[in-house]
């Protein structure tokens, strides 16, 4: 009994002692870096150049008397000449529009419900935005910055006076100059609460004035349908 | 059994559970008049890089501290709105990405949302300043103009550049060609001066020897109404701001003060003892008594128009102590908004019409704001004694006297109670007002 103890005692230290040997040294551990992001340290991507923007050539020469520059004592403002402005590169707006488009469509679904001419800008309420989706009636109108001054100026304006155990939204639809002005404010498909539909329509008409339309903008007004959206919770 | 017991269960919680959770319909309560959801903001972050000269003929040591120095005040004036924050050059990001100069990516890196560039010349003597608006999500820019006045000013240059871009992201009047009016200690008088909302380019307005104090502005700008000592008794005066020509308005026997002209600019409010009490009465601009609006044994002071013109809040002590009321313009419809602290006094309406800031004394006086109907009460500065709240026109931001940091001086803070500023030093400053938007 006492050998067959031994010879068992022996005989698993020998397969332990094989093993040991015969296992190559080689480290398993590797340090774990998490997500590692490569960032070159050395060249960043070209931006997108801006022709003519701050390099000397571009600006203009001393502007003559007869250039209607305002020398005043109360500061004013001198509008640039339109035609000193040399037009925006065509084929470098073209394909930031082409990638724009199938965002808008693959990306969340405008509940607004889209209309022919109308376009989906909720890829401009920016993120943690409170709105549900956006659409806009002038198609041509791509001042992505615009829509997330306007937006967050209506979000701040914007409580909720309800508190409901269903989803509710509305849609505001209203119309903008190009002073910035709401001209008309309306609701559009109401949530069936009075007191939600007066909130989101009162949240559009305190942020009255919204930005000013950017000048390269050629239509005098734009038309946009907002939705207010509620979800319990 | 059991089996039959299970389902009993079961089916005892399906119905326990419909009834609970499922209810048909749909249950909403309101709560209008209650702030709910409301959520904190995130500010536009907004870079402006360092002016550069873009002339073409040499410049002086003094015209190259002017182009820094545009650089820094537009810096500082977007940061005051709360709706913008500054993002400063980090050097630091710059070594390690090796640049010279930052690139809109660069800005983007830093999380600034838009880029201001400055482009400066001196021509004839003049300083003329174009800014460049630009947006780093979509790389492109927004806006450009360009502006010049004499060299003298190009403070005020900067200041309606900083309007510009105001209204062209925000959609709002800018603030920063507004004046502030106060009354300082100046010898053993006390005399008026102007300044711009930061404090910078103060002017004297009165230099009478006496006491002058309770400014306020008319709604165009263009006068000061004021309380003088200058005849002994206080009479209530007109200053013209364009031609620094003052004139006196009401002149009643006993006090004449806290003048407070309506928004219609008709009608001034005001504080007057000629019936033996210190009542609030309404005058036409002229200084002709229209109408007496409080009549109790109590002491009315501090009258304030509310942005519509059709209420007048004030301080009375009609009920023990000082608190602030509201009343309609005709007098009538009086209902108290003020319950926190056994001393109110100063009220200020702000000019979106929704809040009125006053001083409360609870261990010091601090500056506290309420709704119209007195509910919502907020402290919004509370170290030192802080009093005499004024509001900006655009409601955004206030600015009243401290005595923090030992002496009484000028601050400003948002509406918030945030980005508290001092912006005098010397001390001695009371009673400021801030002016209209100046066109």
């Known amino acids: 009994m006492k050998q067959d103890l031994a010879l068992s005692f022996l005989l698993h230290f020998a397969v332990i002692l094989t093993l040991v040997i015969l296992t190559p040294f080689k480290p398993q551990y590797k340090l774990d870096m998490g997500d590692v992001i490569n960032v070159s340290l050395t060249a960043l991507p070209a931006v997108q150049p801006q022709p003519e923007v701050m390099e000397p050539v571009a600006i203009p020469t001393p502007v003559t008397a007869d250039e209607p520059v305002a020398v005043v004592t109360e500061t004013k403002s001198i509008t640039e000449a339109k035609p000193v402005e040399k037009p925006k590169p065509k084929p470098k707006e073209k394909p930031k529009d082409d990638s724009y488009k199938p965002k808008a469509e693959t990306g969340k679904e405008n509940r607004a ?4 001419g109308q376009k989906d800008v909720s890829e401009n309420l920016g993120a943690g935005s409170r709105f549900g989706g956006a659409a806009i009636d002038n198609a041509s109108f791509n001042y992505p910055y615009w829509f997330v001054q306007s937006f967050s100026k209506i979000e701040r304006n914007w409580t909720n006076p309800v508190y409901a155990n269903e989803p509710i939204s509305c849609i505001i639809y209203f119309q903008v100059i190009r002073s910035g002005r709401i001209i008309k404010i309306e609701v559009e498909r109401s949530s069936g609460i009075d007191a939600f539909d007066s909130a989101c329509e009162r949240a559009v ?17 734009i038309g946009i349908h907002l939705e207010f959206p509620y979800s319990p919770g | ?37 409301r959520r904190t903001f995130e500010p536009t972050k907004i870079a402006v890089e360092e002016a550069r000269y873009v002339g073409i003929e040499y410049i002086t040591a003094f015209d190259s501290v002017i182009i820094r120095n545009c650089g820094i005040i537009l810096q500082n004036d977007l940061d005051f709105s709360p709706y913008f924050e500054n993002v400063p050059l980090d050097t630091f990001f710059m070594r390690h990405m090796e640049m010279d100069r930052m ?3 660069g800005w983007k890196r830093l999380a600034a949302q838009y880029v201001i560039k400055l482009e400066v010349e001196f021509p004839r003597n003049n300083i003329r300043v174009r800014y460049r608006l630009y947006s780093t999500d979509s790389e492109r820019e927004i806006k450009k103009e360009r502006f010049e006045t004499a060299k003298g000013d190009y403070r005020a240059l900067v200041h309606e550049i900083a309007n510009d871009i105001v209204k062209s992201l925000l959609g709002d009047e800018g603030i920063y060609r507004t004046k502030i009016v106060y009354s300082r200690k100046y010898g053993d008088a006390q005399e008026l001066f102007i ?5 910078k380019n103060e002017r004297q307005l009165t230099n009478n020897g006496s006491i002058n104090i309770l400014p306020a502005f008319s709604p165009d700008g263009e006068y000061i109404y004021f309380t ?5 008794e206080p009479h209530i005066y007109m200053l013209n701001l364009k031609t620094n020509s003052v004139d006196l308005i009401a002149s009643n026997p006993g006090l004449n003060t806290a003048p407070e002209v309506s928004p219609d600019g008709k009608s001034i409010a005001c504080v007057l003892t000629k019936d033996g009490n210190s009542e609030i009465y309404l005058l036409d601009r002229k200084g002709k008594i229209k109408k007496r609006l409080t009549n109790s044994w109590a002491i009315e002071t501090a009258p304030t128009w509310s942005p519509d013109g059709k209420e007048i809040a004030f301080t009375s002590d009609r009920a023990g102590s000082p608190q602030i009321y509201i009343m309609d313009k005709e007098g009538l419809n009086v209902r108290r908004i003020s319950y926190h602290g056994n001393y109110n006094d100063s009220p200020c309406w702000s000019p979106r019409g929704d809040r009125i800031v006053y001083a409360s004394r609870g261990s010091q006086f601090r500056i506290v704001s ?6 919502d009460f907020r402290v919004l500065a509370d170290y030192g004694n802080n009093e005499n709240p004024s509001l900006s026109p655009d409601g955004n931001h206030i600015i009243f006297t401290s005595t923090r940091m030992g002496v009484q001086e000028l601050y400003t803070m948002d509406i918030f109670g945030r980005n508290q500023r001092k912006i005098s030093s010397g001390g001695g400053c009371s009673n400021p007002a801030w002016s209209p938007y100046i066109k």
């Open chain 2, 103 to 105: 690139t809109l990516l």
């Open chain 2, 1 to 37: 059994m059991k089996r039959f017991d299970k389902i009993f269960i079961i089916a005892i919680l399906s119905i326990l559970g419909t009834s609970v959770f499922g209810q048909s319909g749909l249950n909403v309560k309101d709560y209008t008049g209650r702030l709910q959801e």
């Open chain 1, 205 to 221: 008409k305190l942020s009255q004035p919204l930005p000013p339309l950017p000048n390269e903008f050629t239509d005098e007004i």
């Open chain 2, 228 to 232: 003088s000592y200058v005849d002994d």
């Open chain 1, 113 to 116: 419900g889209l209309e022919n």
């Open chain 2, 195 to 199: 300044a711009d909302f930061d404090g």
């Open chain 2, 370 to 375: 309420v709704d119209v109907t007195g509910k």
